[in-house]
């Protein structure tokens, strides 16, 4: 079955500063990777996503990468603001399914 | 209009008894997940729904777990036998095919 890494599993940035979080994926046949973002307490939102048939898509500070030979996409958050802490998580979709990475819990800081 | 609901919002039980937790997704929504959410982990998949299609099941961690879909709305996970590992958030989320899913806002299980 589809597995999804993520990495790092931790990241602090200095606010203003840009934030990077990476995602490898097995099954070749996904076509689908959302990101979700967890604020502390609540429950997951889709914040961006992606199909196979795209390599970038961008809304205003965040964008998402996606390599379909290497299996690896990227979140990418400029100008990063104190709202932006939060757990992100990756996903991709496997079948029907959706399989998440194990998040990254993003801190920034002042 | 109404989101995803879960009850209860917090269940505290006795290791070794039984519990269930209840998911109302949005209605039209076709597609159900069930996730485990344990302190500061990331989502681990149980179980997944589509339409009247066999669930898949594939990631429920024991034959203790059980879920089930009726009238391909409302879905209720069982544990039996709780331990005390089984404690975590379970997450519900609903999509309308495999789009964005929209989760609620989950069950916190604790068991003593």
Same mark, same amino acid.
């Given at each position: 079955?589809?597995? *999804?890494?993520?990495?790092?599993?931790?990241? @602090?940035?200095?606010?203003?500063?840009?934030? *990077?979080?990476?995602?490898?994926? @097995?099954?070749? #046949?996904?076509?689908?990777?959302?990101?979700?973002?967890?604020?502390?307490?609540?429950?997951?939102?889709?914040?961006?996503?992606?199909? @196979?048939? *795209?390599?970038?898509?961008?809304?205003?500070?965040? #964008?998402?990468?996606?390599?379909?030979?290497?299996?690896?996409? @990227?979140?990418?958050?400029?100008?990063?603001?104190?709202?932006?802490?939060?757990?992100?998580?990756?996903?991709?979709?496997?079948?029907?399914?959706?399989?998440?990475?194990?998040?990254?819990?993003?801190?920034?800081?002042? | 209009? /109404?989101?995803?609901?879960?009850?209860?919002?917090?269940?505290?039980?006795?290791?070794?008894?039984?519990?269930?937790?209840?998911?109302?997704?949005?209605?039209?929504? %076709?597609?159900?997940?069930?996730?485990?959410?344990?302190?500061?982990?990331?989502?681990?998949?149980?179980?997944?729904?589509?339409?009247?299609? /066999?669930?898949?099941?594939?990631?429920?961690?024991?034959?203790?777990?059980? /879920?089930?879909?009726?009238?391909?709305?409302?879905?209720?996970? %069982?544990?039996?036998? %709780?331990?005390?590992?089984?404690?975590? =958030?379970?997450?519900?989320?609903?999509?309308?095919? =495999?789009?964005?899913?929209?989760?609620?806002?989950?069950?916190?299980?604790?068991? %003593?």
């Amino acid at each position: 079955g589809e597995n *999804v890494e993520q990495h790092p599993s931790t990241l @602090s940035v200095q606010e203003g500063d840009s934030a *990077v979080i990476k995602c490898t994926y @097995s099954d070749s #046949a996904s076509n689908y990777f959302p990101w979700y973002k967890q604020e502390l307490g609540k429950r997951p939102q889709l914040i961006i996503d992606i199909r @196979s048939n *795209v390599g970038e898509k961008k809304d205003q500070r965040i #964008a998402v990468t996606l390599n379909k030979t290497a299996k690896h996409f @990227s979140l990418h958050i400029t100008e990063t603001q104190p709202e932006d802490s939060a757990v992100y998580f990756c996903a991709a979709r496997e079948d029907d399914k959706i399989i998440f990475g194990k998040g990254t819990r993003l801190h920034i800081l002042p | 209009g /109404a989101g995803v609901s879960q009850s209860p919002s917090n269940k505290v039980t006795e290791k070794g008894k039984d519990v269930e937790l209840r998911c109302d997704p949005i209605s039209g929504h %076709t597609a159900l997940y069930w996730y485990r959410q344990s302190l500061g982990q990331g989502l681990e998949f149980l179980i997944y729904f589509q339409g009247n299609s /066999a669930p898949d099941k594939s990631g429920l961690p024991s034959d203790r777990f059980s /879920a089930e879909r009726t009238g391909g709305s409302v879905s209720t996970l %069982t544990i039996q036998r %709780t331990q005390q590992e089984d404690s975590a =958030v379970y997450l519900c989320a609903s999509s309308f095919s =495999v789009r964005e899913q929209y989760f609620g806002p989950g069950t916190r299980l604790t068991v %003593t």
